[in-house]
């Protein structure tokens, strides 16, 4: 009888201890979740964006998207909003003739807007998106042609890179919310990069690492950095907040290689990436001169052989609720997977490496922070390695490992 | 060692234990048994046999959603019937007779249970329906348990046959988690079906459950009494109370999830167990307290 209470005693203890996990394995569905967004259609591709988290905590994705009925040489854009577990709720074909939206949504007024190009004329369009109903309405036009990237800084005035086909320039162009000029300054090229931006543009050929980005706002020396092609080279150049005059200039090597992503820590310090005849290289914690000019392969920065040749990658401060810092980087690599790669924003040391996916072409298109502490990686994937299509994790804050 | 693993080792330790112990009795047993009608409290034994599964759905979840409002299916997963969800268990038994009809009995052992399910993709080319490529993908999962039931039994002897009917609660404690993906890709034109790929995948995916089941039991039975030794049929129903689903790792495993666009289903999984049992009386002498017992095996050996 002894032993039988002995069982009973065993039986009891493990049934509590073993319970938890029945609490433990909790999750709502919206903390964590993977999508790929499918057609049933083989000759329909999409090329995502951006994606920004809505009030609602669902994702509005930007993308542009192929079909075998599109009259034009230049891609159609595409909307996609999703519930907040991910699940499709609309999506918006843009309307002819706007065309090839550059990949980043902007926060205007608390509307979200897009920056495309107008077919016929090649020049920039503004679209305000009505998230509601999923429709877009033109908000402003400028006759500067190409656009490739925008954004919207903290003085809430835009920023826009656009590509003159004739000058052969690059030209940054501020605007205010109506898309009316404030100041332009265009950075000579001096090779014949047309081609590669058509390509660029009609996602055929190597996509380049277009950004904006603004640097020491809070600080004595403000500037905006611009990631184009200026002379011979993709170079990340320093400009002027008040006119967009290059202050300094970090040159990589011809079209061969390129600052992949950067982003402003503080002080004079960034985290970059960049990309050389194929290889990868991360530097966590580098300083730069924004009144200098610099070469990329002066730098000490760590070589990054899994990643994909020439690999896009993205790089974001995700700062926890309690204000610590960490530096995310994310990108592709040679084996079909999502990397993750964590660094202290104090040291600059690596802290976590974290892998998604598998099997199947996959490619980071952006990376944001959202709600809860998670973050959310918007991606390209080809289903089944064939179709293009969208992809869209959400990790929570557990899962990240951080 | 953590505890979970200290408390398995006890556990283990203390079922030898008892087996030896019942070994040690055995010859006082059938000794016993054979000189009187043998009075006892207690029966040993064992069981096994097969068992059918059912998932019930409590959520569904899939990598594809499809754009356009589009319902082609491509993200639903079909559920195999219950007789093609087959698996088998074994169980150890001590059972104690509280009186001349009802017991209760303490059943650790081993159950393995499967479930398996389908889903089919396809892609057109729009305005052509026979240039189609189609994707099938079977999936089937095994998960090996350590149970820990407990069950009341009340029984009615008609001669030298007893049929009883039983509940209970059993514990169950998950060992590993297989899941195995068979996939082929179809390539659908005017001149036929051209098969592109056909791919398996298997691994331990202990990791997508979490490590506790819980399950009521009721189930009715047989027993004949063979010369005092009784052996029996049942059915039991094992109706499972919780999501057996780890959701805190749905999307954790990225072969599947991104190889096979596979993440499971919250489930609660339902089962059919049939036994065959073995039970030994274990003589513990006779005594004034025994006497309830005595009635019953007398009753039982009629």
């Known amino acids: 009888m002894k032993t039988v209470n002995v069982f009973w005693g065993i039986l009891l203890s493990a049934m509590v201890m073993y319970s938890c996990d029945i609490k433990k394995s909790d999750i709502s569905p919206e903390e964590s979740f993977s999508k790929v967004y499918d057609h049933p259609d083989y000759n329909v591709a999409y090329y995502p964006l951006d994606v920004v988290e809505m009030p609602d905590d669902g994702f509005l994705i930007l993308a542009s998207l192929s079909e075998d009925t599109l009259v034009n040489n230049f891609l159609g854009g595409y909307l996609l909003k999703t519930d907040k577990t991910g699940e499709f709720e609309w999506e918006l074909r843009i309307p002819y003739p706007y065309v090839s939206p550059v990949p980043n949504l902007l926060n205007i007024n608390n509307s979200w807007h897009l920056l495309c190009m107008d077919a016929v004329t090649q020049e920039n369009r503004l679209l305000e998106i009505n998230t509601g109903n999923g429709t877009v309405n033109e908000s402003g036009r400028h006759n500067l042609q190409f656009p490739l990237f925008a954004m919207v800084d903290h003085e809430k005035n835009i920023l826009a890179l656009n590509f003159d086909r004739v000058g052969k320039k690059s030209i940054l162009t501020r605007y205010d919310q109506n898309l009316n000029p404030d100041w332009t300054y265009s950075y000579d090229i001096v090779d014949d990069v047309e081609n590669q931006i058509r390509l660029h543009l009609n996602k055929m050929g190597k996509q380049f690492p277009f950004f904006i980005g603004e640097a020491g706002i809070n600080e004595s020396n403000p500037h905006y950095y611009v990631n184009c092609f200026k002379n011979y080279t993709m170079s990340l150049i320093f400009a002027d907040v008040n006119n967009g005059h290059q202050t300094g200039i970090l040159n990589t090597y011809q079209d061969d290689a390129a600052i992949s992503s950067a982003v402003y820590l503080d002080s004079s310090n960034f985290a970059l990436s960049r990309y050389y005849l194929e290889d990868n290289y991360i530097f966590s914690k580098v300083q730069l001169q924004m009144d200098e000019a610099q070469n990329a392969n002066n730098f000490n920065d760590s070589r990054v052989p899994e990643l994909a040749s020439n690999a896009h990658v993205k790089t974001i401060i995700y700062e926890k609720d309690d204000g610590d810092k960490i530096i995310v980087y994310t990108s592709h690599t040679k084996t079909n997977t999502i990397v993750m790669y964590f660094y202290s924003y104090e040291t600059g040391e690596l802290i976590n490496t974290k892998y998604l996916g598998s099997t199947n072409p996959i490619e980071v298109a952006a990376l944001i922070s959202s709600s809860e502490e998670s973050l959310t990686i918007l991606f390209r994937t080809l289903v089944i390695g064939r179709f293009p299509r969208i992809g869209l994790t959400k990790i929570s804050k557990e899962e990240l490992g951080i | ?302």
């Open chain 2, 1 to 302: 060692m953590n505890i979970k693993r200290l408390i398995q080792s006890i556990f283990f330790t203390l079922i030898i234990q008892y087996l030896i112990h019942v070994e040690n009795a055995q010859a006082s047993l059938f000794d016993g048994f054979q000189r009187n009608n043998v009075t006892s409290r207690f029966f040993v034994g064992f069981k096994g046999g097969i068992n059918f599964s059912q998932p019930l759905i409590l959520q569904s979840y899939s990598v594809f959603s499809q754009v356009s409002g589009l319902n082609t299916g491509n993200e639903a997963k079909t559920y195999s019937g219950f007789l093609k969800n087959t698996g088998y268990q074994y169980h150890f038994i001590g059972m104690y007779n509280i009186n001349n009809n009802l017991s209760i009995s303490f059943q650790p052992g081993v159950a393995q249970y499967s479930y398996s399910y389908e889903n089919d993709y396809s892609w057109i080319t729009e305005g052509d329906d026979i240039n189609t490529i189609t994707l099938n993908y079977s999936h089937k999962q095994n998960l090996r348990y350590i149970e820990i039931p407990v069950l009341f039994r009340f029984e009615y002897a008609i001669g030298n046959i007893s049929p009883y009917i039983q509940g209970g609660i059993s514990y169950g404690i998950l060992q590993q988690a297989d899941k195995s993906v068979s996939s082929e890709l179809i390539q659908h034109s005017l001149s036929g079906d051209i098969p592109l790929n056909v791919e398996d995948n298997e691994s331990v995916v202990s990791d997508l459950f979490i490590r506790s089941r819980l399950a009521l039991l009721g189930g009715i039975g047989i027993n004949y009494n063979l010369n005092g030794v009784l052996l029996g049929l049942e059915a039991v129903y094992n109706a499972g109370l919780n999501n057996i689903v780890n959701e805190s790792r749905r999307f954790s495993n990225q072969d599947f999830l991104s190889g096979n666009y596979d993440v499971p289903d919250d489930i609660n999984l339902q089962n059919l167990m049939i036994n065959f049992v073995v039970l030994f009386p274990l003589n513990k002498g006779t005594n004034q307290k025994d006497d309830s017992c005595k009635l019953f095996l007398k009753k039982k050996n009629k």
